[in-house]
């Protein structure tokens, strides 16, 4: 985390304006490192993130563009991760550098703790959260909580 995105990558009414962090919006980013303290794999949100398509919530503070609140090393050596802010879920893949899948915007409603299980399903909780207005969830930002099972 702590890689500087600079506001000209974020454009439009995307999160609260004005509330950036002096002046900057910040993105994500996972490291990898040896016990010898040697980077031996980087990724950088702001070079895998479509600031068109990965809208901060308009009630939030645009501080930090993602707000990775998740990071899971899978068995693929690929990294689940929640993207709060986005209200996303993603699987990067490590050997690319992009995206193997993502999901949640429109959907969740600033999730946590998403899990792999066995089938390769995940389990997700959506705290619900600033969920926005759509044809499923009629009635503007609905806040309920629930756990999903997603099929990737």
Known sequence: ????TGTDRIQ?????PGTEKEGVIWADSFREITPEGNVVWDWLGYEHLDPEKDTICPLCSRAEWTHAN???????GDVLTSFLTLNTIAI????KGGFKWRWGAGELGHQHDPTQLEDGSILVFDNGGHRPSSEKFPYGMIGFSRVLEVKP
Not at 1 to 4: L, T
Not at 12 to 16: D, F, K, L, V, Y
């Open 1 to 4: 985390m702590g890689e500087n």
């Open 12 to 16: 439009g009414e995307r999160g609260i």
């Open 70 to 76: 998740a990071c899971f090393v899978l068995p693929s």
């Open 92 to 95: 990067v893949d490590k050997d």
